[in-house]
């Protein structure tokens, strides 16, 4: 077990003190001590990220073994526990493994109010053994994916004084609603500022490819891990990634992280609806330094020393509310505001200066949050506590944390999967001449085959695949030159990877698979080991009828033999089978080149699902279908070979 220690005494009349509280450790076996303090700034119901890697902790202390997450908890303690129910969540780096690289960020809400330069003490516990149940948290920020929002599959998030949703396909807020439900961005179809040009960050121009617009088809969106205290989901710019955001929401405000950024200069921008609705008379602009504006007003110069604004509305809330936008990085750059020619929304922008996009370096981080404060002075000390760092010690895995990983559910197998064209996850690049292990205990990618290391050219597509223990067996899309096999490999054949060396496993000409319509693009063994096969197109092999791309060949060293009849019973008569592994229970995974639709059950080229077949073969084949693993709840778009483990 470990244990988190964060210590610290309360200073001054705001001083908590221990009390007759038991603490939350139920037998697990090993601490560590971590201290933060307020670092200049007085905080309220803050919450911490600690950046933690358990496993040399554990190592540390005598321990070895995989951590057991549920056996976190967490006490503060001052002389004595004073509270043993923290409330927290521990979210895995994309690259956690619980045995040796246990990584991850401890985000924990540090309760009641802390003074500016007081420290606070904390200890978490945990363990290797089993037999732990993790504690239950009221949520706080409340995650809901994939609802429909104005014609969009969305994120919705709702914590206590504010309610998001955010467009997945666009990668930006379209509806920002304060605990009064007044819409502060207010995006729509209507053309222009009335509508369509509203949102939350806007951040690259549509001229270099518009991503991060709500109300567009340009992105690709992710939930990375949600939890009682913050919700962490990503954009990616399609088709290659290039752009790349996270956005972490937390009770009281949401903050920005740019990952990745392509070649052009962006801004960051708020055009949106202060209060519901623009008012240029009413609503007002305010800058770090008190320098404040109607709406009516412009700015065409940079914000001095820290960059933050707020935009208020007197007449919402008891007296005014108002909105906090922050640029964590200070810079030199033009952050100018105008109202659209219609005074119909806010334009608003951290690097604008007109229609020039001037941000174009990293870090760059920023946060948004409501305040129901409206004066300068007050709103400061909001913002100061929002963004303004703390003093940690005790983390052992600040540098060189890829963020944390998907979101969980472990599943009862893996999956191998050649990507169909070069991707990048999590930091990591992946090619289409090699192979990807999914590990569905902690749904994290790892590469496994490395295909331009062995030796094959890059040009190389790996379009069907096999796993037999420590063997891969491999067919490409395209006739190519394979180390150590003379002459070029043809798409109909296939090859066995095995101690590092490649050999021809199958000929395909010599067994009558000898025009283009015949190459091989799905690969498998039945229980018996005879080899399975699907083509791209029509067949006519010796022995048997002409068949189509949906089927699956048998061949068993000798003869053919039709073993999946996908183009009649079967219900598969328009696809293209793309994809197969004969599972240990008879089960037959499949996947299609493009869509499918069978007995209600649809999906596309990204989905692996089961056939649990009552008869096989020729004109016999039926089955009961059912939907098994999707990719891109994986971040992996599409695919074209699979193996499941």
Known sequence: MLAVLIVGVLAGPGARQAIALGSCNSGQRYQQTITVNGGGFARDDK?????LNLTPLLAAQGGAGAINLDSLCLDEIDGGVVDNAVIFQFDKAADYQATN????????????????????????YFDTASGFTAPAFIDRVMLTDGVSHKGYQSIQISTGDAEYFYHKPGGGFATLLDKNNNDWIGWNTT??????????????????????????????TTVLSDGALKATFKSASKPNGDWEVRWDVFPDYARMTVVRQGTANYWWLYEGTPGGALEPAVDR?????GSTIKASGTWTNDIAGDEWIFVSDPNVGANGR????IHHQADSKVDGYTA????????????????????????????????????????ESVVNAAYKPLVITGENDVDGDPGPGPVCNPLPFNVYVSPKK????DGVAYADEDIMRFDGTTCEWALVFDGTAYGLPASANVDALAVDGADLYLSFLAPLNVPGIPGKVDDSDVVKFSDGVFSLYFDGSMFGLTVNAEDVDAIAFDATG???VSTTGAYLVDGLPKGQDEDLLRFDGAAWEVYFDGSHYAGLGAEDVSGVDVLAGGEIALTVLDSFSVAGLKGNGADIFLCTPSSLGYLTTECAYSSLWRSTDYDLASFNAIDIE
């Open 191 to 220: 053309a222009g500022g009335a509508g369509d040009f509203r949102g939350i960050p806007n951040m690259v121009h549509p001229n270099d490819g518009g991503y991060f617009h709500p109300g567009r088809n340009n992105a690709t």
């Open 47 to 51: 919450p911490v990220e600690v950046k």
């Open 322 to 325: 108002s909105l906090f936008l």
């Open 101 to 124: 690289k246990a990584r991850g960020t401890l985000t924990f809400l540090m309760a009641g109010h802390t003074a500016a330069n007081a420290t606070r003490t904390y200890r978490l």
């Open 530 to 532: 005879n080899l399975l």
């Open 422 to 425: 070069n991707v990048q996850i």
């Open 340 to 379: 659209d020619a219609t005074n119909s929304m806010t334009i608003f922008g951290f690097g604008r200066s007109g229609n020039s996009r001037l941000l174009n370096t990293l870090p760059q981080q920023f946060t948004l949050g409501f305040t129901e404060e409206t004066a300068v002075g007050n709103v």
């Open 285 to 289: 602009l305010t800058r770090s330094d």
